[in-house]
């Protein structure tokens, strides 16, 4: 069967719904969380350096970042482990704004800007995990998921039973897109 994966990316976790395309109908093939942390800590690294001196500070976002890194990359390789067998056409990763090129200084200097380089982290690191895998990686902006599939989300949905939050529809609905090529 052709697949997909989409990735909704959190603090420290992802929501993970593969999509299969059988008899030109959309089936569910495997939907997870992931987690991307080993540590508390971790799901919030600038938080947690937000009070530490510079090179310290420096130190322990950096140890957050490869950690995610590290973990994204084992769960994407446990991902294509479970997909031997089908016809991969790819993944998806829901993204936000693109964040500017800030010094980890410069982010830890302003409580928001801690909030938009965590929320930033987890979803490139699922990127490049999924390049460092060699898998065919498109990211797409939240806002712009179009409303074409909706309906066939909600008939998915009720075929799987809960959970199909949002996490679950919108990471469908990314892997949807890349089966369909657009």
């Not at 001196?53 to 990359?73: F, M, S, T």
Request: aromatic residues 6%; positive net charge; hydrophobic residues 50%.
């Amino acid at each position: 069967m052709r697949i997909a994966a989409g990735f909704k990316a959190h603090s420290g976790w992802a929501a993970l719904v593969v999509i299969g395309l059988s008899d030109a109908e959309f089936v569910v093939v495997d939907r997870r969380r992931i987690e991307l942390v080993e540590e508390p800590w971790a799901k919030q690294p600038y938080h947690a350096a937000e009070k530490l001196p510079a090179a310290e500070a420096r130190r322990l976002v950096q140890r957050g970042i490869d950690a995610a890194n590290r973990i994204a990359e084992r769960e994407m390789r446990a991902f294509l482990k479970r997909s031997t067998g089908h016809d991969l056409a790819g993944c998806a990763v829901l993204v936000g704004s693109p964040m500017p090129e800030w010094t980890i200084e410069q982010i830890l200097s302003v409580h928001v800007r801690m909030h938009k380089a965590e929320g930033v982290l987890f979803p490139a690191s699922l990127i490049a995990a999924a390049k460092t895998c060699g898998l065919e990686v498109r990211t797409i902006p939240e806002k712009t998921l179009p409303a074409t599939f909706n309906s066939i989300v909600m008939m998915l949905g009720k075929s799987v039973g809960p959970p199909w939050g949002k996490d679950q529809k919108i990471a469908a609905t990314a892997a949807m897109m890349v089966l369909n090529g657009g």
